[in-house]
Structures are given as C-alpha cells and as structure tokens.
C-alpha cells in the first residue's frame, strides 16, 4: 500500500500493534494527504442528504423551529446593542441579524453538522469591539481592517481544514466544554444583569420606577419561563401536555411579558424601553455606502499584514468555539445516529467568515448554548423523560436562519422594537439559569454540598474519591474563573489562549486520576462514530473499522 495512501500507519492511541517506531522523515511521509479529512466527511454525510430533508417530516421540527428562533434572535440583538454602542454605531441590529440569518441558512444547507447553530456570539462580540477600541487611535479604517481580518482568518481556516489539523480536535473532552458551557451561561446572566441596569436611565434623567419595574418584568418572566421549561421533568398532568408546555415556553414568554406592559393601571405610566430597530436591509453606519452592503475599504499594505495577528486570533477563537458548539450539540447523551463532519464544518466556517468581511457584518460561528438547546429540542423522549432518539435533520436551521432573514423587513422590525428590554433580560436569564442547572460542574457542586446519606446512591459521583472530585472540580472552577477574567479586561483578545489552556490540562489527567475516575468525570464528549473522522484511524482508511 502506498505510503501516502489514506490507510497508511499514524500513531493510534491505545493501538500499540499501530505505532511501529519510524523515523521522522518516514513518518512524514505516511501522514496523512491534504485534504483527506474533508473527503471522508463529505463521504460519510452526502449518502444522508436526502434522509435530511425527509426525516423533517416529524411533529419535533415545529417547536424546534420556533424555540431556535427566539433563542438566536433576542441574545443577537443584546449583542448587537452592545458592538453599537462600543463601535460608534459600525455595528448595528441589520448587521447581527444578516450574519444569524447567514450561519443558519449556510449551515442548515450545505454543512455536515445542521444541528449546530450557528450565530452571532457573545466572546466574537467582544473581539470586534476590542479590536475597534485598539485601532481606532491608528486611524485604520475600520471596516477596511475587519475585511483583512476576515480574510485571512479564512485562508486560516482553509489550511487547518486541509490539513487534517482539525483532528487535533479529538483531544477535547468534557473537561474543557462543561468549563466553557458553564462560562456562557454565567455571560448570559451577567448580560440581563447589565441590560437591567440601563433601565434605570431615560433621556440623561434616573427613571427608578422603570428601572424597578423592569426588573420585575424580567424575574417574573425567567421564574415562570423557566418553570415552563422544567414542566417535561415534573409529574403534572400527562406527558403530551408537559412537552407541549416545555416547547413553547419561551415563545409564549416573550409574548406574554412583552403584552403584559400594556395591561393598563400603573403600568401605563411606567416608560419600558424597547429594542432599538434601524431601516430595513440596510446598514446601520452612516459612514457606509447605503446602497450596497460591500464594505470592502482599500488600507494601506502595513495595516493588511497588522489585520494577520488579529486574523490568528479570530481562527483560534472560532477553531474552538465554533467546534465545541458543534461537539455540544452533540453528545453521547441525545443519541444520534448520523455521521458528523469536523473538517468539512470548519472549512465551510472559514468562507462564511469570508464573506461577513466582505458584507461587514459580525462573523458569525457555534453558539452555546444554542447548540445544544436546539438539539434537546429534537430530542423524542419516553414519559420516564429519557431520550428515545432525535430528529437529525436540516429544516429547522435552515427555516430559522430565513425567519431571521425576514425579520429585517420593516413589519416584523417594528414588532422587533416593541419588546421591552426587560424581556429581552429574562430571556438571558431562561437561557442562562437552564444551561447551569444541565451544567456538570454545578451538578457536582450541589453532588458535594449535599449531605451524605441523602445523596443519590445511582450517581456515579458516588465511585469517586471525593478528594478526587474536589481537586477536578477545583481544577474546572480555576479554569471558569481565567475565562471569565480574562474577557472581562482588555486583554480579551487573549481569550482563544485561556480556552487552549484548558484543554492542555486535561492531558495531565492520566497522571492524577486512574481511568475508572475519568470514565466518570471526563468522558469523551461524543460518541465513537461522532469522532471517527477526527481519530488517526479514520483519516487513513476503513480498514480497521470497528
């Protein structure tokens, strides 16, 4: 066999017959050849593309949809609001809308994963306004830079994805998710947090009667929005009844509470404010041509190679974050059955990218927890609450990315602006206070502080030492604690670096815990088939299928 066939040896871990000692030069040589990730992705997901389409002939698709919508849209306009106000106005509610309506109408067509959301994130927003704050003393043309940056990200991109590199994503386990997972959710409280807090100011005036009234508005509607959303795990009424309740809960909370501030009395003198809202399928910044969305600028050379470190960064960022969010939506958990497709994903993701510079729009990537949120809501469950199988398929990304796209036309943009803001932080508040309590570190945390003999006896906890679980869960909190440090401070950029490093840690594990202890505390995220691609064996050839 050819040495630069796809079958050629490579290192497999836990293969010991598979790691004959070659020289460098020789295993150079048998690495595997460009592009050959991609190929088996491609491979193993077109026989599915059809059964894509057909498999969302399924009742789960319709709340999927609507739950993704709402979940995508409201979290982008906060996000939007903030880049508005840290760009001076570069960055508006068009700009974040075309690059969600962009990622799901991309990914729900053409990726190999369409269960992975992808959008406009919280750590992406951050990147653009901090590169702004950092360039605007150069006088570099904005716009122009962003181009660059988005540019090179993508020949990043494309070269990891070429080159096999994605494969290095196979060292990912749960350790360095739930960190991250935990990570978003606690942004996410913190963003209603600070949505609340602008409440209190109208017109350069204090407003404490809307300030309180807001935050009424918002905890009434997490409180009740999140019960909603636990009804599928409690006794009441039957099962068909709690799921229904459990997949509108937050479409029919954001209707409700944003109907609620016109129930007359009091609240008629209460001053909500509302989301902001800009012309139709236009751009936000006046200094753009309004005519056309292309904001390619002309720089000066200097400033084109200055855009490549900012390039690294935004691919690190996105390598990680984007993958994970795929991994997430993924786990071993929701019992999926169709191939995933890490290689072929993240090159798509670099020409998405592309395109965001050439438009000049946010790039958009995964979400967390949209991801996931969006798998669970495909989930079939039994009436014990335990997952049957999932509706694998494309329509709701696809459908929720052109519901996006639509809502920039001027009347669903009017019925935009009429949320309160206050709605708009009990959402993050739904989303956020969800993803904690599905979190693996906050399970283990109430797992530690319960007392003894009343600790469920079918937790696997139960197996570890607890000195043990207390040096992981010590070890996952310090990591939470740099993520959230760091994007809090301006060094943000530094951000991909701190996620790096968590991964890097949990290569030390086989030295402190023994395999029975991380067969329970860090398993692999997805299941053997999710990751073939990614393992040494797969990118050879299928010789040595399971």
Known sequence: MSKTDFSSDLDVPGEEEYKPRYRWSERLARFPKPLAGIVLDVKDRLPTYVSDWTDAWDYRVIPSVVETYFNNLLPAIAFAQDMFDRTDQSYGVNEVLLASALGGIVFGLFSGQPLCIVGVTGPISIFNYTVYDLIKPLNIDFFGFMFWICIWAMALHLALSMSNTVCWLRYVTNFPCDIFGLFINVVYVQKGIQILTRQFKYEGSIDLTAGYASIVVALLMAVFGLGFKLA?????????LRTFIADYSTALSVVFWSAFIHFGGYLEDVHFQKLPITKSFHPTADTRDRSTWLAYVKIPVKDVFLALPFGIVLTILFYFDHNVSSLMAQRSEYKLTKAST?????????LTTAVSGVLGIPAPNGLIPQAPLHTETLLVRDEKGQVVRCVEQRFTNTVQGLMILGTMARPLLVCLGQIPQAVLSGLFFMMGLYGLLNNAIVGRIFFVITEKSKRDLGNDLNAVPIKKLLIFLALSLVGFAAEFAILNTRGALG?????????????????????????????????????????SSSLMGRDRQR
Not at 233 to 240: A, D
Not at 342 to 350: I, P, T, Y
Not at 499 to 528: N, R
């Open 232 to 240: 599928v795990r409690t006794p009441f009424f039957n099962h068909k």
């Open 495 to 535: 951000f991909p670096v701190v996620l790096l490093s968590t991964v890097i840690v949990s290569f030390f594990f086989p030295k402190w815990f023994s395999p029975a202890e991380l067969s329970t505390l860090d398993a692999k995220v997805g299941e053997e088939f999710t990751l073939k691609n990614l393992m």
């Open 342 to 350: 890490f290689h072929f994903d993240f090159a798509l993701l670099g």
